[in-house]
């Protein structure tokens, strides 16, 4: 995109593509103050601004800004003086790119350089730790049998077993999350495995409150690994239904769409959703809104996803709930959906 200014601070051209991010017309805005054309968009305005006070050797900036259609946009913009054959300032250039994929993959790739780092160095800690939860379970054992052959009951020592057991638990569930994953890919319906994702699910007593809505799946064969992307639904599921308890409103929507060649599975709740200063964490390590969550279900399906090459998304509005997206290839060789079918969610 390219916006270029006279020196009294006037547009004089704005091209389609500038006008496509910025979501604004190109007849409405030539001959106007830039001011006045980016009033919404104050620093671009400051770039501007800055080449229009003196000559600037072409410095990179990149900004945040809200397109017609309400999503954010990444810009890469880069403004410079511009000047006339005797180098004399006659106004200023900007030159807008659209950067945002980019900016994604990058923070997606940096999330992932962390997180091989964490497991290469957590995983010998992980061990250590569960050598020597099991050697403190077996002595706390050993003298809760010691004291009831003496009659003895102390439910301190109970209460120390159970705490161990959590804490082996919580070990686990990280080398688990640690240790390359290897895919074993093959051909699976999708509503066979959302079948039995939500099957699964709903055979835990804790989930005898929670209500599937599931909709119309399509009747698709991907090629996936069928227990890591069955983990990563079940996660998502309990996901959902923790934030659906905070309100009450213990209803989960299911549904599937199909665009190329690209199948994502949308698991929407009605719960307390998330603030916008968490959404960057909610795929980290460690990273829980819950006093008693272990922050690693989330980063679990992330891995999982991006081992199938496919991407997770996320939208969430504070008081009305969230929907994740979970979207995965389709292959080439794959027959086109037919008829959709409705996938029921026995208790």
Not at 194 to 218: D, K, N
Request: proline letters at 6%; aromatic letters at 4%; a negative charge.
């Amino acid at each position: 995109g390219l916006i270029t200014v006279n020196r009294a601070g006037i547009v004089k051209a704005i091209n389609s593509a500038a006008c496509r991010m910025l979501g604004i017309d190109e007849t409405d805005e030539v001959d106007r103050p830039f001011r006045d054309v980016l009033a919404l968009q104050p620093q671009l305005a400051g770039i501007i601004d800055e080449a229009l006070g003196g000559p600037l050797s072409g410095e990179y900036w990149e900004v945040t800004v809200a397109s017609a259609n309400g999503s954010r946009l990444v810009l890469g913009a880069t403004a410079s003086a511009v000047t006339d054959r005797n180098d004399t300032p006659i106004g200023a250039a900007l030159i807008l790119h659209d950067i945002t994929e980019v900016t994604q993959l990058r923070a997606e790739l940096e999330i992932r350089n962390r997180l091989a780092a964490l497991g290469e160095m957590s995983g010998g800690l992980a061990h250590q730790l569960r050598n020597s939860l099991g050697a403190i379970s077996g002595y706390l054992t050993l003298l809760k049998r010691r004291l009831g052959k003496r009659g003895v009951e102390e439910p301190a020592v109970t209460d120390l077993i159970g705490e161990t057991a959590q804490a082996d638990l919580l070990v686990r569930r990280f080398l688990e999350f640690a240790r390359p994953l290897q895919l074993d890919p093959q051909p699976v319906l999708l509503g066979q495995l959302l079948r039995e994702a939500v099957t699964t699910f709903l055979m835990r007593p804790e989930h005898q409150h929670i209500e599937l809505a599931v909709g119309e799946i399509p009747d698709l064969t991907l090629r996936i690994d069928p227990l890591l992307l069955k983990q990563a639904l079940i996660n998502l599921i309990e996901n959902a239904a923790h934030a659906a308890t905070t309100t009450g409103n213990t209803v989960i929507e299911i549904g599937c769409d199909v665009t190329g060649h690209q199948a994502t599975i949308k698991i929407r709740d009605h719960g307390c959703g998330i603030p916008p200063e968490n959404m960057q964490k909610i795929f980290t390590p460690f990273y829980s809104s819950r006093p008693a969550g272990t922050g690693l279900g989330l980063p679990l399906v992330s891995k999982i996803v991006n081992l199938h090459q496919g991407r997770i998304e996320v939208e969430s509005t504070v008081g009305e709930g969230s929907t994740f997206s979970l979207s995965l290839p389709i292959p080439a060789s794959a027959p086109a959906p037919e008829a959709a079918l409705t996938l029921s969610t026995p208790r």
